[in-house]
């Protein structure tokens, strides 16, 4: 097996926890809690790599991720 190390971006809102995983386009979840958001992200990252994998796709894990909050007034 395979280990991969992937970025993930978990955000809180007043409804709970959102989580994705960009570098799997279209992986993503949500729960009440920061510790359920990162357990349902773990399963559906893992459903996505073993459905790629099970197809042949190539995995690419990103070389460097940044992250940051940016203000804009609209």
Do not use: F
């Not at 809102?13 to 799997?24: N, P």
């Amino acid at each position: 097996m395979t280990e991969y190390l992937l970025p993930v971006a978990i955000e809180k809102d007043r409804h709970g926890y959102y989580a994705e995983c960009r570098a799997l386009q279209g992986c993503y979840t949500q729960g009440d809690t920061y510790e359920e958001v990162l357990d349902n992200l773990r399963d559906a990252i893992k459903l996505h790599l073993d459905d790629r994998l099970a197809t042949g796709e190539l995995v690419e894990t990103p070389e460097k991720v940044s992250v940051a909050q940016l203000e804009v007034t609209a």
